[in-house]
């Protein structure tokens, strides 16, 4: 005869969540399931063992990929990860507002380094008049 007596385990990893659920009545959750997710950790790296979150099908077009939009939010060529000079058949330019690449893409003051900031949103103010 067994013992009425489980023992009671403690989850330190969030993406072990899931596993536990399916596995055991009652446990411990060492962390706050509410505690929002910090999306600047994750990855689009193929190493998908070590991320909480996976993209595995998307539906319909993504704005800042399908459709015209500023090289600084561009999906395909991301601006922290990519050379500011590469840029894609829908990115245009912040300041002069045509497709990219205008003509001070490069250079002194290369608009190809713009984005949303009060610098720049100046200069595109300056340009517009």
């Avoid at 411990?28 to 997710?37: G, N, S, T």
């Avoid at 490069?106 to 380094?113: D, L, N, P, R």
């Amino acid at each position: 005869m067994g013992t009425p007596l489980r023992p009671v385990f403690c989850l330190k990893k969030r993406e072990q969540l899931k596993e536990f659920e399916e596995k055991e009545d009652c446990f411990i959750l060492d962390f706050d399931p509410y505690d929002p997710v910090d999306i600047s950790k994750l990855s689009v790296s193929k190493n998908l063992d070590a991320f909480d979150l996976s993209v595995v099908a998307e539906k319909g077009q993504v704005a800042c990929r399908d459709y015209p939009h500023s090289r600084h939010v561009c999906v395909k060529h991301p601006f922290d990860k990519t050379p500011h000079e590469n840029y894609c058949e829908w990115c245009y330019c912040y300041v002069c507002d045509v497709a990219a690449p205008c003509k001070y893409w490069t250079g002194v003051s290369a608009h190809c380094h713009a984005m949303d900031n009060e610098a720049w949103k100046n200069q595109r103010k300056a340009t517009r008049k």
